[in-house]
């Protein structure tokens, strides 16, 4: 199965907590996904994957960044096979959680824009990862789902 791309509104770095959020923006396409970079309204994804439904709550990890080549960069790194736990250590804005890990979370306590990139994602591992790209307030979010219940 490809990896997963998508352009939306995203959650932010505390907890990602309902605050705030972004306008629309744009992202590089996820591993495999190749998509466009650029800012720009509506959603879009790349390579295969299905839109998950019926899960109420996600395992997820996010890398949050400030600028959207910082974020590309991170992609970049996943792309050539970095480990997500290590790019997020590394590159994320968000120092409080270790790996980029937000923990578990249910439907309605994440941004809306983080949570509709986040949900539409299929559960991948931190060696493997597929991922999405979402902007909010706090910055842009490369996003990756370790499980759904």
Not at 33 to 39: K, L, N, Q, V
Not at 79 to 91: C, L, N, R, W
């Amino acid at each position: 199965m490809g990896k997963k791309d998508n352009k939306s509104g995203g959650g932010g770095g505390k907890d990602v907590g309902k605050s705030g959020g972004g306008g629309k923006g744009g992202g590089k396409g996820g591993k495999g996904a190749g998509g466009s970079g650029g800012g720009g309204g509506g959603d879009e994804s790349g390579g295969g994957g299905k839109q998950q439904k019926g899960a109420q709550s996600i395992n997820v990890r996010h890398i949050l960044c400030n600028k959207m080549g910082e974020a590309e960069k991170a992609i970049e790194r996943l792309k050539a096979g970095e480990s997500f736990k290590t790019v997020a250590e590394e590159m994320s804005q968000d120092k409080a959680r270790q790996g980029g890990s937000l923990g578990w979370k249910t439907k309605g306590s994440l941004l809306p824009e983080f949570e509709k990139v986040a949900y539409e994602l299929s559960p991948s591992t931190i060696n493997s990862p597929s991922w999405g790209m979402a902007k909010t307030s706090e910055g842009y979010h490369v996003i990756m789902v370790e499980g759904r219940k």
